[in-house]
């Protein structure tokens, strides 16, 4: 989940009080996101240089590194978590986030141009009158942008951020895609003016943007924003112009944003007005632009409307297991940002307004979710679901975990994904080409196939840990995948046992007492040979175990497992030096 790093004494300020470490951790966790790291500005920038960390000073500045959900993009900055966190604890009502109130002959205009349907379709726009920025802000306003980028915004693939000082341009605009030489700007911190393909030279040993060049860079057309006066505001998705800089001076912001996906333009640039919004003349008030394609349909930007959403009662206390009044519920919606009312008469239904900050209610269940975080997870009752009862499987797996541990065996866990040499050639087995599912363009060659037996597992584990004090008595119950065309995957799960023991001596006897113990707990008996009523065990012949100390188990007419001595062959390949014995048992046979 992304993490947001804030300055301490700056997000008290803005919460109005002081709060200690831990009373900030339950109020983090009380809202559904968590106190990640505190740190300082000099342990940040010494960690990023790779350089000796000094030791702090009470002039440093405390820094919160905070985690927050991936799809709240309103909580990304300190402005929007302190806005979330105020309403939150009551301090103060719900925003209210508007578009002036201007006609479509006073708005700013962007003319989109045809060619651009074949790099970068979709362009929405905004403008943020009055703002006043100091340094604070202003870094918080860039850092935004840029934890946009890295998030919903994929890296600029699918939506790119501009933002420009909007006194130093003048409208109408146009957005249009261009030949790259065709394309004349001097660009963001530069004083050289460039082509655009020059530019895609010059910045290939930028450690920032040489990473979006991919974007546009073999395209025969680049995006380009031009104003009134062709000056160039911006080549998305790579750099803004140097004219039309903001400053901490800025008093009129610009943004637009292209994409290749609109909807998440939207929500970019729903997410940059709405945070910043606070800090305009006119609080919570951004003025529209009106962006006219190229086949004469007019769009006006932003959309600050909020959607409703209709949602019954027994849905939300059902799923949280609460029992919940409507104006309760209402009351923990909103505060969460979300306006909240009884809906009609009848069913008990909560009628509930989003705002446009809030892009990730989606679902009555993403309303649910709220009130069940607005009611502290904590105080919810733990219970265990009528409906919810164990797989036969998983409950005979628990009860054979725990036998085994009786009889002093501990339990490993070993990789499912093996090498094809493990799982054939160091066993001493061939492949059949008929047994083994394969792994298609592995991205190691330690893990090339889906294990057909747990033994490769085990013996590598006993192989890392040969100087432990020796006996080593190892078990584990894990599945195998078999391949097997009766299936529509065209492969099967299986459950086995493996129990391994390593010594000064085989420990044959041990393995054998052992599938004795299994079988008298699980009821069956020893019979006779060729005897279907219980289990037996005949002298098997596999490559993996020592010939004549080897032995398969027969129950119910059909082989469940074997149990031996490994073959010395196959302890050296694992580079093991003393005997080890060694059982599997297919333990879905006995259900």
């Given amino acids: 989940m992304p993490t947001v790093s804030v300055g301490r004494d700056r997000l008290f300020t803005a919460l109005g009080r002081s709060y200690t470490q831990e009373e900030f951790e339950d109020l983090c966790f009380s809202f559904g996101i968590e106190l990640d790291d505190v740190t300082t500005e000099k342990a940040i920038i010494s960690k990023e240089k790779h350089l000796e960390e000094e030791k702090p000073s009470a002039d440093d500045e405390i820094i919160?590194?905070?985690?927050?959900?991936?799809?709240?993009?309103?909580?990304?900055?300190?402005?929007g978590l302190a806005q979330a966190l105020l309403v939150f604890n009551g301090k103060e009502k719900i925003p209210k986030y508007t578009v002036a109130n201007i006609s479509k002959a006073s708005m700013l205009k962007m003319h989109v141009k045809k060619e651009t349907s074949l790099i970068r379709p979709f362009l929405v726009c905004a403008v943020l009158r009055g703002i006043t920025f100091d340094e604070a802000s202003y870094n918080s306003f860039i850092d935004l942008?840029?934890?946009?980028?890295?998030?919903?915004?994929?890296?600029?693939?699918?939506?790119?951020?501009?933002?420009?000082?909007?006194?130093?341009?003048?409208?109408?605009?146009?957005?249009?895609?261009?030949?790259?030489?065709?394309?004349?700007?001097?660009?963001?911190?530069?004083?050289?003016?460039?082509?655009?393909?020059?530019?895609?030279?010059?910045?290939?040993?930028?450690?920032?943007?040489?990473?979006f060049l991919h974007i546009i860079e073999n395209s025969s057309v680049y995006p380009v924003i031009y104003d009134r006066n062709r000056t160039v505001l911006s080549l998305p998705p790579i750099i803004n112009g140097a004219h039309s800089a903001i400053t901490l001076k800025t008093k009129n912001v610009f943004i637009e944003c292209t994409a290749t996906d609109l909807t998440k333009a939207k929500i970019v640039l729903n997410t940059m007005v709405t945070t910043f919004s606070t800090y305009c003349k006119r609080k919570f008030e951004v003025e529209p632009v009106e962006v006219i394609s190229?086949?004469?349909?007019?769009?006006?930007?932003?959309?600050?409307?909020?959607?409703?959403?209709?949602?019954?009662l027994s849905y939300i206390t059902g799923s949280i297991g609460v029992p919940l009044e409507v104006d309760e519920v209402t009351s923990l919606l909103k505060r969460m940002q979300l306006h909240a009312e009884k809906a009609g008469s009848g069913e008990a239904k909560i009628s509930v307004s989003v705002p446009p900050t809030r892009s990730d209610i989606l679902h009555p269940c993403d309303v649910m979710e709220d009130v069940a975080i607005a009611y502290s997870y904590n105080n919810i009752p733990k219970r265990t679901l009528s409906s919810l009862k164990p797989l036969?499987?998983?409950?005979?797996?628990?009860?054979?975990?725990?036998?085994?541990?009786?009889?002093?065996?501990?339990?490993?866990?070993?990789?499912?994904?093996?090498?094809?040499?493990?799982?054939?050639?160091?066993?001493?087995r061939k492949d059949d080409k008929s047994t083994a599912v394969i792994i298609g363009n592995p991205r190691s060659s330690d893990f090339e196939v889906v294990?057909?037996?747990?033994?490769?597992?085990?013996?590598?584990?006993?192989?890392?840990?040969?100087?432990?004090?020796?006996?080593?008595?190892?078990?584990?119950?894990?599945?195998?995948?078999?391949?097997?065309e009766k299936k529509d995957v065209g492969a099967s799960n299986r459950r086995l046992l493996g129990a391994l023991y390593c010594g000064a001596n085989s420990g044959f006897?041990?393995?054998?007492?052992?599938?004795?113990?299994?079988?008298?707990?699980?009821?069956?008996?020893?019979?006779?040979v060729g005897d279907k009523s219980g289990y037996f065990i005949e002298l098997s012949n596999e490559p993996e175990f020592l010939s004549?100390?080897?032995?398969?188990?027969?129950?119910?007419?059909?082989?469940?497992?074997?149990?031996?001595?490994?073959?010395?062959?196959?302890?050296?390949?694992?580079?093991?030096?003393?005997?080890c014995s060694f059982l599997e048992l297919d333990i879905e046979s006995f259900l």
Wanted: hydrophobic share 35%; proline share 8%; with cysteine.
């Fill in 64 to 79: 919160y590194k905070i985690e927050v959900p991936a799809n709240r993009y309103d909580l990304l900055c300190l402005e």
């Fill in 509 to 528: 006897e041990l393995i054998h007492s052992l599938v004795d113990r299994i079988m008298e707990v699980m009821g069956t008996p020893f019979v006779p």
């Fill in 294 to 312: 190229f086949d004469g349909k007019s769009s006006v930007y932003p959309d600050l409307s909020e959607y409703n959403m209709e949602v019954p």
């Fill in 451 to 484: 294990r057909t037996s747990l033994m490769p597992g085990m013996l590598k584990t006993v192989g890392h840990n040969k100087d432990h004090p020796k006996p080593i008595k190892i078990y584990e119950v894990g599945d195998v995948v078999l391949l097997d």
């Fill in 392 to 428: 036969p499987l998983n409950q005979l797996s628990d009860l054979i975990r725990y036998e085994i541990a009786m009889n002093g065996f501990t339990e490993v866990l070993t990789w499912i994904l093996c090498s094809k040499k493990e799982n054939f050639e160091m066993l001493n």
């Fill in 548 to 579: 004549g100390r080897q032995a398969k188990i027969i129950y119910k007419g059909g082989r469940i497992g074997i149990f031996g001595i490994v073959h010395p062959e196959v302890l050296n390949n694992f580079d093991i030096p003393d005997p």
């Fill in 145 to 211: 942008q840029d934890k946009l980028h890295q998030n919903i915004c994929r890296k600029r693939t699918l939506v790119a951020i501009g933002t420009h000082d909007l006194d130093t341009l003048q409208g109408p605009f146009t957005y249009e895609a261009l030949p790259p030489p065709e394309i004349n700007f001097v660009p963001l911190k530069q004083v050289k003016n460039f082509r655009a393909d020059e530019l895609m030279e010059f910045y290939k040993s930028d450690l920032k943007l040489k990473k």
